[in-house]
Each structure stands twice: as C-alpha cells, then as structure tokens.
C-alpha cells in the first residue's frame, strides 16, 4: 500500500509579501489587472469561481474607496472582451493561466519589463495553490525521518485492523493537535479540530499530501471522531518513537509545524460550525461567514459524545484558520526543525 506524504519539495526563502498583498498591490497600480488576478487567485485558492460580490469589495479595496457596482461590471466586460474570463450564473472564471502572457494586455505607466519579473514570482505562487504537487521541496533529513516513520507505523495498524490507532497516530502528529485535541472533521485537503484547552478551541489546516495519504490508507472524508477509540493506545507509540518523556507530544505535533515551515501545510480557512448530539448522533453543520450552509455531516455514535458535545447537545463557535491567534507562538515548534 502506499501512503507516503509527498515531501520533495525545493523552497527558496518565503517572500515577504503574501500572494494576496501583490496582488493588491498589482491591482493599485491597475485596478483592471488587479481584479483579474484576484479571480485567477481565488480559483487557485478554493478550486471554485468567485462571486460578483466578492469581487467589487476586493474593487473597493484597490481603489481605496466604494465604487458602484456598475464600475465593476464594465471592468468585467473588458476583461471578458480580451478572453481572459467567463462569467457564468454571476460568478466569474480565470480562462488564460498564464500571467506571463497577459501583460501586455494592460498599461502600465512604468517598466513592463518589472512587471513581468513580478507577475512570473506570482504566477510560481499561484501554481503551487493550483498544483501543490507539482514542486519539489526539500525538507530536512530528520523531519523526513519521522513522517515517514509514521507513515510505516500507521500503515501497519492499518494491516492489523487498528484503524483508530493509526488515525489517532497521525492526528497527534501529522496535525497541530494536542494530546487532548479531537479531529472532528476531514473536507478535502482541510482538517476542523477541537481543542479543549486553547482559546478560541475549534481551528481549521490544509494539508493536501496528508489528504491523500488518508485516502491510500483506506480513510473517507467526514467526521472523524473514530480516532478517539485508540487514543489509550497511541501514548506508548508516541514515546517510542520520540523518547522525550513528557515532551513527546509536543514533538509529535511539531511534526506538522515543521510540514507547514517548508510549505507542505498551511492555514486554513475560517467557518462556522455547530456541532449537535441527539439521541447517538453526531452532526456538524459548515457554514462559511455569511451563514450559507457549506455541508451537514452526520454520524452514529454510541456512548459519551466527545467534546466539545460531553456536557451539552449543542455549540457553535468560529473555526479559525490559524494554529495560534498569537503567531510568536509558533516560534518554539518551527525551531526543532
């Protein structure tokens, strides 16, 4: 079976600026090519075509004050008439992918020749959220060591029937999760978890390679709560592997922050969630932050409810993109490796 993590990657330094911080800056200097790039960029992002509204606060944004809508729709219609996008139901579609090759379709009042370096680092960025394993990166020998260790480990339980032991494996290590933290679910390449003793308690990651890795182990997308039942178990593994006594934890999840230092995983997006027990069911309602309702799950579930539903039927709270709102936070764990 195999169920390695893509992990060869060739990362240079990270850019100081974010992709979404060029992309602003590109669209101040021409607003047209700057709504063009936040369509390319959100497609790449979320894998979906952005919506009309989306797009005319990004506008706002750019030109420093509210423009009618109207002006947005007219810049629209131009990139339409240059072939770059297609507007379907109101939501709009990047249709050219190459940035290199659309520069001369706009003005600038200084060096194209600039622009050109600029957009190709931009368009390396936008690959990568497009075709996050299309690069190689190189991490270091002792981190490769221990995911591939727990990969091997897994895999194994896995052959055994020990599905919640391999899970629980990998929760505490291959993801930010403390030893009392809960995955509560797996959406694609995100992960929503619970964390009992952190404030706020509930955060979101994406990690494509551990997305797939789950797939080849025999894992589905959904609630993920099963994990628990090998906890009890997973606390001698995790000492074997790193022998540190009571910082064991912290190493294994030091794993992920390590994974997310050389570009391998990264923050995650926010949501509302409301989680509900009712008579041995689960059910986790995704709602993005305006209300819509992104996906309802649901699962049977027999015995004491994990938390945060063990005291009540019912919480909604904020899943927040980030693994500490205090990023200096983090600090500690991206130094081990």
Not at 59 to 71: C, D, K, L, P, R
Not at 248 to 271: T, V
């Amino acid at each position: 079976m195999r169920n390695d993590v893509r992990l060869s990657i060739d990362v240079r330094e990270r850019k100081k600026r974010s992709i979404l911080e060029e992309i602003i800056r590109f669209g101040r200097s021409n607003r047209q090519l700057g709504l063009y790039l936040f369509i390319y960029y959100w497609y790449a992002q979320h894998h979906e075509a952005v919506d009309f509204k989306r797009l005319w606060r990004f506008y706002n944004n750019i030109a420093n004050h509210v423009v009618h809508e109207n002006t947005v729709r007219k810049q629209l219609q131009l990139l339409q008439n240059k072939g770059l996008i297609e507007i379907r139901n109101n939501r709009i579609y990047p249709k050219v992918k190459d940035l290199e090759a659309v520069i001369d379709l706009f003005d600038f009042k200084r060096s194209k020749a600039g622009k050109r370096g600029a957009l190709r680092r931009l368009k390396k960025a936008l690959r990568l959220k497009l075709h996050p394993e299309s690069v190689q990166v190189e991490i270091p020998k002792s981190l490769d060591y221990y995911v591939r260790k727990v990969l091997i480990i897994a895999s194994k339980l896995v052959s055994e029937g020990k599905k919640w032991v391999a899970l629980d494996l990998i929760v505490h290590t291959l993801l930010p999760i403390r030893e009392t933290g809960i995955l509560w679910l797996w959406r694609r390449d995100e992960f929503i978890y619970f964390e009992p003793k952190a404030k706020p308690s509930v955060h979101c990651v994406r990690f494509l390679g551990l997305a797939k890795a789950l797939k080849n182990l025999g894992f589905e997308e959904g609630i993920m709560v099963d994990h628990i039942k090998g906890h009890k178990y997973v606390r001698d593994i995790i000492h074997k592997i790193f022998g540190k006594g009571n910082l064991s934890w912290p190493w294994g999840r030091s794993i992920f922050y390590g994974l997310k230092k050389y570009g391998l995983a990264e923050e995650g997006n926010n949501y509302i969630v409301e989680f509900f027990y009712k008579l041995g069911l689960l059910k986790l309602i995704l709602s993005d932050y305006y209300g819509n309702v992104l996906a309802i799950y649901e699962k049977e579930w027999a015995g004491k409810p994990p938390e945060p539903l063990t005291n009540r039927a019912y919480y909604k709270t904020i899943a927040v993109g980030k693994q500490h709102v205090y990023e200096e936070n983090e600090g500690g764990y991206f130094d081990r490796w």
